[in-house]
T-cell receptor
């Protein structure tokens, strides 16, 4: 299932700077997009989501941008903090019905340097 | 904050044995899921469950897999005859009805090792 791709396996950023994580998808029927954060040996933690009727959603330090024509979304973390060091993965869903399936990217490891 | 609880955290089993992975979803959630992540790979959908029925399942979820909600609180994943390639982290998830803005809540996972 290569419908959701995160092409950068890792990203290093200085504390206080912006982290930008990218995600591309191929299925034009996807209309809900989510970002999750995962620490080792823990389950994914929901961060932020966006539906296809929007192009931006902001929640505190996290902003997700959606470019439907390019089938691309990104997550901005500003400012980056040491506790943000984790694997981030994007996920997409076609609809949000009771059977919906999250198609997940392979993740980007973020390392925030002090 | 409400949690999805999974037990055990780590299960080691011999090839060919049956295993049952247990989950307690958040109490007011109505939709339940199992996902898995093989080491170094992406998180993959296995099955969704609603109203005591499977809603969707992936190709991975073959006849060796089954799910059950036996008592209204637990949600279990059974693998009848485990194979080496079933070794993975298995995540249970649940979500409330309605808004996508709340996403899913995942449990902390069960690491299944088949030897």
């Amino acid at each position: 299932d290569q419908q959701v791709k995160q092409n950068s396996p890792s990203l290093s950023v200085q504390e206080g700077r912006i982290s930008i994580l990218n995600c591309d998808y191929t299925n034009s029927m996807f209309d809900y997009f989510l970002w999750y954060k995962k620490y080792p040996a823990e389950g994914p933690t929901f961060l932020i989501s966006i539906s296809s009727i929007k192009d931006k959603n902001e929640d505190g330090r996290f902003t997700v941008f959606l470019n439907k024509s390019a089938k691309h979304l990104s997550l901005h973390i500003v400012p980056s903090q040491p506790g943000d060091s984790a694997v981030y993965f994007c996920a997409a869903s076609e609809g949000w019905g009771f059977g919906n399936v999250l198609h997940c990217g392979s993740g980007t490891q973020v390392i925030v340097l002090p | 904050e409400p949690e999805v609880t999974q037990t055990p955290s780590h299960q080691v089993t011999q090839m060919g044995q049956e295993v049952i992975l247990r989950c307690v979803p958040i109490s007011n959630h109505l939709y339940f899921y199992w996902y898995r992540q093989i080491l170094g790979q992406k998180v993959e959908f296995l099955v969704s469950f609603y109203n005591n029925e499977i809603s969707e399942k992936s190709e991975i979820f073959d006849d060796q897999f089954s799910v059950e909600r036996p008592d209204g609180s637990n949600f279990t994943l059974k693998i009848r005859s485990t194979k080496l390639e079933d070794s993975a982290m298995y995540f249970c998830a649940s979500r409330p009805p309605g808004q996508y803005i709340y996403g899913y809540t995942f449990g902390s996972g069960t690491r299944l090792t088949v030897v």
